[in-house]
């Protein structure tokens, strides 16, 4: 989710608190011959004209809430129904390039970056008083992991 949309949820909650653990981008996960798939980046009120969409595991910032909620074909955590949705051209998904990377990248898909974009983060959302020694050297060895194994996408 992007900071600002964390930051006011666990305002609305007091006893909430949050850990960030990965920064990331918003991609485009479309198929490897879709008109779109030689382009760097894509601005999104053209773009958003021209596609059906889909979420795969994010939420849409405040942003574009309104219009996502609207327009989404589909929001789901379900990586294996948005590939099918992709391939038969049914829609392009919006996505962390974390979850594209990791699930989605291949010979039959490609990603395409979102002109100013928000940054987006991984985090780990937690109870103020669960926050022991215990969860956050959990939540500090998930995110040394992610830091050993994903470098570029550094909190």
Same mark, same amino acid.
């Given at each position: 989710? +992007?900071?600002?949309?964390?930051?006011?949820? %666990?305002?609305? &909650?007091?006893?909430?608190?949050?850990?960030?653990?990965?920064?990331?981008?918003?991609?485009?996960?479309?198929?490897?011959?879709?008109? #779109?798939?030689?382009?760097?980046?894509?601005?999104?009120?053209? =773009?958003?004209?021209? %596609?059906?969409?889909s979420y795969y +595991?994010?939420?849409?910032?405040?942003?574009?809430?309104? #219009?996502? #909620?609207?327009?989404?074909? &589909?929001?789901?955590?379900?990586?294996?129904? &948005?590939?099918?949705?992709?391939?038969?051209?049914?829609?392009?998904?919006?996505? !962390?390039? =974390?979850? #594209?990377?990791?699930? =989605?990248?291949?010979?039959?898909?490609?990603c395409v970056f979102?002109?100013?974009?928000v940054k987006i983060? &991984?985090?780990?959302?937690?109870?103020?008083?669960?926050?022991? !020694?215990?969860?956050?050297? =959990?939540?500090?060895?998930?995110? +040394?992991?992610?830091? %050993?194994?994903?470098?570029? +996408?550094?909190?």
């Open positions: 989710a +992007n900071i600002d949309y964390i930051e006011e949820e %666990v305002a609305k &909650h007091e006893s909430l608190t949050y850990k960030n653990i990965m920064e990331d981008q918003v991609v485009v996960c479309l198929k490897s011959n879709s008109a #779109y798939a030689g382009e760097k980046e894509v601005d999104p009120v053209n =773009f958003l004209r021209d %596609v059906k969409l +595991n994010m939420v849409p910032s405040k942003r574009i809430k309104e #219009y996502s #909620y609207n327009s989404a074909m &589909h929001i789901s955590d379900d990586a294996e129904f &948005h590939k099918k949705l992709i391939e038969q051209d049914l829609c392009v998904t919006l996505m !962390p390039k =974390f979850a #594209y990377e990791e699930l =989605f990248k291949s010979k039959r898909f490609t979102i002109k100013d974009t983060m &991984h985090c780990i959302i937690m109870k103020k008083s669960r926050k022991t !020694p215990a969860v956050m050297l =959990f939540a500090d060895a998930v995110e +040394n992991y992610m830091l %050993v194994n994903y470098p570029a +996408n550094k909190a």
